[in-house]
């Protein structure tokens, strides 16, 4: 991915003076999903729950007295989720889930998702399109290319998965893998639904793996000494890229190797360093 | 729309180091500290440039110990309502280095992007 400096400007007329801003030369993106996939995808989905009847029955309870309503989350005692899949009403036989086994191999809501994901639990995950802010799953972008796990942004999924399930949304939606004992019911729309899911592109990730078959020419003390010039050397940057262009033919792209931070080094070292990198130029 | 020439050469190096952090922590999860290096001295240009960064660059990189953020290896997320607001929370989970900043966004924050 060529990349050039990123300054973003907005100039609206002459007179205004404008200001460069450095933006973030990565943006994740979600891979659009084809209306057919995106279809076949929502109806698997819903004959697959409307079949196991799985739903989360609340039963609406007058409240009476306020005092009485405010020591229960105190008993909850933890951050509310958007979707909780306790069951917190009051009479809890009516209340509940309908099928708690079910349940369990589901993740529902972004933070049962992300969890899931961090702990390498999952094997597929769906995310709504229609989120208001896009924010609140970006994260999942990353978390997923990294543990490969096939995701996808599906719009609606949200309101026909809420529906369905009896929940007032549903953001994101991933299916955790199995035991060969459970999981029987999801795995056939997991299978389904996986070879339709169209690959992930994460920048940073996806350009280290192609690159890692470039074979490192350079030895410890250069690349420490890349490392060097970075901070030290303002004048010599201008040449870095130029260097690297060199070196690898591309320009910002390096494999450092195994080492740990640089410490700051004393400017008398400064003349042979110059001197060892002029050689690449 | 001519930038000055300083001004460029000091955005590319912002480039490079953010992206030499992205690097680093894809072949090695385990370097944070080097990727927080490059971070820092990213941070310190930033600063004696007095040179504008986005808001969404700002937002992965700790404002406490400038390491760079990754969702699920060196922060994690959550979604939190108190009261209204639906906000971010994002945490440095990483042991050595676990300087426990806590950042939340809000809803109405968001750029649009």
Same mark, same amino acid.
Not at chain 1, 163 to 187: D, I, T, Y
Not at chain 2, 30 to 48: G, M, P, S
């Given at each position: 991915?060529?990349?050039?400096?990123?300054?973003?400007?907005?100039?609206?007329?002459?007179?205004?003076?404008?200001?460069?801003?450095?933006?973030?030369?990565?943006?994740?993106?979600?891979?659009?999903?084809?209306?057919?996939?995106?279809?076949?995808?929502?109806?698997?989905?819903?004959?697959?729950?409307?079949?196991?009847?799985?739903?989360?029955?609340?039963?609406?309870?007058?409240?009476?007295?306020? $005092?009485?309503? &405010?020591?229960?989350? /105190?008993?909850?005692?933890?951050?509310?989720? %958007? *979707?909780? @899949?306790?069951?917190?009403?009051?009479?809890?036989?009516?209340?509940?889930?309908?099928?708690?086994?079910?349940?369990?191999?589901?993740?529902?809501?972004?933070?049962?998702?992300?969890?899931?994901?961090?702990?390498?639990?999952?094997?597929?995950?769906?995310?709504?399109?229609?989120?208001?802010?896009?924010?609140?799953?970006?994260?999942?972008?990353?978390?997923?290319?990294?543990?490969?796990?096939?995701?996808?942004?599906?719009?609606?999924?949200?309101?026909?998965?809420?529906?369905?399930?009896?929940?007032?949304?549903?953001?994101?939606?991933?299916?955790?893998?199995?035991?060969? $004992?459970?999981? &029987?019911?999801?795995? /056939?729309?997991?299978?389904?639904?996986?070879? %339709? *899911?169209? @690959?992930?592109?994460?920048?940073?990730?996806?350009?280290?793996?192609?690159?890692?078959?470039?074979?490192?020419?350079?030895?410890?003390?250069?690349?420490?000494?890349?490392?060097?010039?970075?901070?030290?050397?303002?004048?010599?940057?201008?040449?870095?890229?130029?260097?690297?262009?060199?070196?690898?033919?591309?320009?910002?792209?390096?494999?450092?190797?195994?080492?740990?931070?640089?410490?700051?080094?004393?400017?008398?070292?400064?003349?042979?360093?110059?001197?060892?990198?002029?050689?690449?130029? | 729309?001519?930038?000055?020439?300083?001004?460029?050469?000091?955005?590319?190096?912002?480039?490079?180091?953010?992206?030499?952090?992205?690097?680093?922590?894809?072949?090695?999860?385990?370097?944070?500290?080097?990727?927080?290096?490059?971070?820092?001295?990213?941070?310190?240009?930033?600063?004696?440039?007095?040179?504008?960064?986005?808001?969404?660059?700002?937002?992965?990189?700790?404002?406490?110990?400038?390491?760079?953020?990754?969702?699920?290896?060196?922060?994690?997320?959550?979604?939190?309502?108190?009261?209204?607001?639906?906000?971010?929370?994002?945490?440095?989970?990483?042991?050595?280095?676990?300087?426990?900043?806590?950042?939340?966004?809000?809803?109405?924050?968001?750029?649009?992007?």
């Amino acid at each position: 991915m060529a990349a050039a400096a990123k300054p973003s400007k907005k100039e609206l007329k002459k007179q205004i003076q404008s200001k460069t801003s450095f933006t973030s030369p990565f943006t994740a993106k979600w891979n659009p999903l084809p209306h057919k996939d995106e279809h076949f995808i929502l109806t698997t989905l819903k004959d697959k729950l409307i079949a196991t009847g799985l739903e989360k029955k609340e039963v609406k309870v007058p409240r009476q007295w306020r $005092k009485k309503k &405010e020591h229960k989350p /105190d008993a909850a005692a933890e951050p509310v989720r %958007r *979707v909780s @899949p306790e069951a917190q009403g009051p009479d809890p036989s009516t209340n509940g889930w309908t099928d708690t086994a079910a349940r369990r191999q589901l993740a529902i809501g972004i933070n049962e998702v992300t969890k899931a994901l961090e702990r390498n639990q999952l094997q597929l995950l769906l995310v709504c399109k229609s989120v208001r802010p896009q924010h609140m799953t970006n994260h999942l972008i990353g978390l997923s290319v990294t543990r490969s796990v096939p995701a996808c942004q599906v719009p609606r999924l949200s309101k026909s998965m809420a529906e369905q399930l009896g929940l007032k949304s549903v953001l994101a939606l991933g299916f955790r893998q199995c035991s060969s $004992k459970e999981n &029987e019911m999801f795995r /056939d729309t997991v299978d389904a639904i996986i070879p %339709r *899911v169209p @690959p992930l592109d994460v920048v940073w990730l996806k350009g280290s793996s192609a690159f890692s078959q470039f074979t490192m020419v350079l030895n410890k003390n250069i690349v420490l000494q890349f490392d060097g010039m970075i901070f030290q050397t303002y004048a010599l940057i201008a040449h870095l890229p130029d260097l690297l262009k060199k070196i690898f033919k591309t320009w910002w792209v390096f494999q450092p190797l195994e080492f740990t931070a640089v410490k700051h080094q004393r400017w008398s070292q400064h003349g042979s360093r110059t001197e060892m990198l002029k050689k690449f130029i | 729309m001519a930038t000055h020439l300083k001004d460029k050469e000091a955005y590319q190096r912002l480039n490079y180091l953010y992206q030499a952090a992205h690097c680093v922590l894809s072949q090695s999860p385990d370097n944070v500290e080097l990727a927080r290096f490059y971070c820092f001295t990213q941070k310190t240009i930033a600063r004696r440039l007095v040179l504008r960064q986005d808001p969404s660059v700002k937002r992965t990189l700790c404002k406490k110990c400038c390491s760079l953020l990754i969702p699920g290896v060196t922060a994690t997320t959550r979604q939190r309502k108190p009261t209204l607001f639906f906000t971010l929370m994002r945490k440095k989970e990483k042991d050595p280095l676990h300087c426990g900043e806590v950042s939340q966004l809000r809803p109405d924050q968001d750029s649009a992007e």
